[in-house]
């Protein structure tokens, strides 16, 4: 099925511990994004990139690190799991042609840090 | 920075009536706006797409209108049904920026 698929859906880490969260769309989108959502908040931006080999910082991006080897693949990886990155992480694409641009989500990341 | 804000954060309204959410941004330099629905637990769907060269769009009892000079949006649900309760989302698309800034939500409770 064509769309976002994000894994692992579900995680547990300890405090200092590391972890990639895994992003992947088969539509071929240039532009791809991870999203943070906290309780009853909507999304902040950690990190988006236009295309392979670049990638941009968002609005919250500390503790946090990216990479956009392929069209396909952009992963979020935590370095020093802290409890204030208790969340749920969101991956999203789409492509700027007119008339389009619909933003397409995966299903979600649900990470709790303890 | 685009900041956008959507009211009320919570609305509870009996079945059958119609209703309206607002979405208000910042900045009018906006690509396109997104409306989308979230249920507990799960991710984002999106409702309407509406282009910043265009004024409304609809899909079913869902219409979205889009007034960029005033900096508003609004999604208009028909005849609302227990089925439409949700968290509703709204999304401005930066032209320059090549990203979205998400409004904190609406939460929609439709009694029977």
């Known amino acids: 099925n064509a769309g976002v698929t994000q894994t692992p859906k579900f995680r547990i880490l300890k405090i200092g511990q590391s972890m990639t969260l895994q992003c992947t769309q088969d539509?071929?989108?240039?532009?791809m994004y991870w999203y943070r959502q906290d309780p009853g908040m909507g999304l902040k931006l950690i990190y988006y990139?236009?295309?392979?080999?670049?990638?941009d910082k968002g609005e919250v991006p500390n503790g946090y690190n990216v990479s956009r080897s392929t069209t396909e693949d952009f992963p979020l990886r935590l370095e020093l799991a802290a409890p204030s990155q208790t969340s749920v992480y969101f991956c999203?694409?789409?492509?700027?042609?007119?008339?389009?641009?619909?933003?397409?989500f995966g299903a979600g990341s649900r990470l709790t840090v303890l | 920075k685009q900041e956008v804000t959507q009211i009320p954060a919570a609305l509870s309204v009996p079945e059958g009536e119609n209703l309206v959410l607002n979405c208000s941004f910042t900045?009018?330099?906006?690509?396109?706006l997104q409306w989308f629905r979230q249920d507990p637990g799960k991710g984002l769907t999106s409702l309407l797409l509406i282009q910043s060269s265009q004024r409304e769009q609809t899909s079913g009892r869902l219409n979205a209108s889009l007034d960029k000079s005033s900096g508003r949006s609004t999604l208009y649900i028909a005849a609302s049904q227990p089925g439409d309760s949700a968290t509703y989302l709204c999304a401005v698309y930066d032209t320059n920026a090549g990203k979205s800034t998400f409004g904190d939500g609406t939460t929609l409770t439709v009694k029977p």
């Open positions: 900045d009018s330099a906006i690509y396109n």
């Open positions: 999203a694409s789409t492509d700027r042609l007119p008339g389009a641009n619909v933003l397409t």
């Open positions: 539509m071929n989108h240039n532009y």
């Open positions: 990139s236009v295309g392979a080999g670049i990638t």
